[in-house]
């Protein structure tokens, strides 16, 4: 998005605070994904969150010379897909046997990293030899092309919940965590810039603590979206 927009001439100084506010949900939205627990399966989360961020994704790339609507679709549609991301998470915990978590654990961060680093290749092969909306379809396809493969995973029926009862149980997880010692820690280093480099490989280790609950998987995934 950055050299889209630079071609565009947009000020460097747009470009990033446009990207700063985009990439912003990788750091507060597991303050509301606790709404996956509520009413729907994780299933239809699933899909839902990635259909919609898919098109969000599309409609921006389409709209390049709408700043502000380019940045309100990204950061809703990066919303989105961290709660795609908590939820497929959460899912995929549920489904797999608890002497199997750990290797769901690292395989999951496995493909978040190469993933992302696969797609950031792509995209940007992709802008350079395609005009924008062929670049945007194509991108939108690979988004939602996993779906294809949900219907043949089993997925529990939807939590009966109220989302009150969803949000007191997770922030008092969250509580509870930020009182453990290694946690405090964790954020004495993340206070000291020089030292932030040790908190992914930190809070990987200290993962086990949320082993067989959906919250402890999104807790156990923060250090994907620290620096």
């Known amino acids: 998005m950055p050299q889209l927009l630079n071609v565009r001439r947009v000020p460097e100084t747009t470009i990033a605070a446009m990207t700063a506010l985009m990439a912003s949900p990788g750091f ?3 303050l509301v ?3 996956l627990d509520v009413h729907f399966s994780r299933r239809w989360y699933s899909v839902a969150t990635a259909v919609i961020a898919a098109a969000l994704l599309v409609v921006a ?3 390049l010379d709408h ?3 380019v940045e309100g679709l990204l950061v809703v549609g990066y919303f989105l897909t961290n709660l795609y991301q908590s939820a497929l998470g959460g899912w995929l915990s549920s489904i797999t046997r608890a002497e199997q978590e750990n290797e769901l654990s690292s395989w ?3 493909g978040n990293l190469g993933g992302c680093g696969a797609m950031a290749v792509a995209t940007g092969e992709l802008a350079r030899n395609l005009s924008p909306a062929a670049a945007a379809f194509v991108l939108g396809r690979v988004i ?3 779906l294809a493969e949900f219907p043949f995973m089993s997925a529990p029926g939807p939590d009966r919940r109220l ?3 969803s949000f007191r149980q997770f922030f008092g997880d969250v509580l509870s965590l930020v009182k453990r010692r290694e946690v405090l820690i964790a954020i004495v280093l993340f206070v000291a810039p020089a030292a932030t480099f040790s908190l992914t490989n930190f809070l990987a ?3 086990d603590c949320c082993r067989s609950d959906s919250y402890t998987w999104r807790l156990g995934s923060l250090h994907q979206y620290l620096p």
Do not use: C, K, Y
């Open 28 to 30: 507060w939205t597991f």
């Open 33 to 35: 994904s606790p709404v």
């Open 108 to 110: 999951v961060t496995i």
């Open 61 to 63: 790339l389409l709209n």
């Open 205 to 207: 280790g200290i993962g």
């Open 163 to 165: 989302a009150r009862e």
């Open 144 to 146: 939602i092309l996993p």
């Open 67 to 69: 700043l502000a609507l």
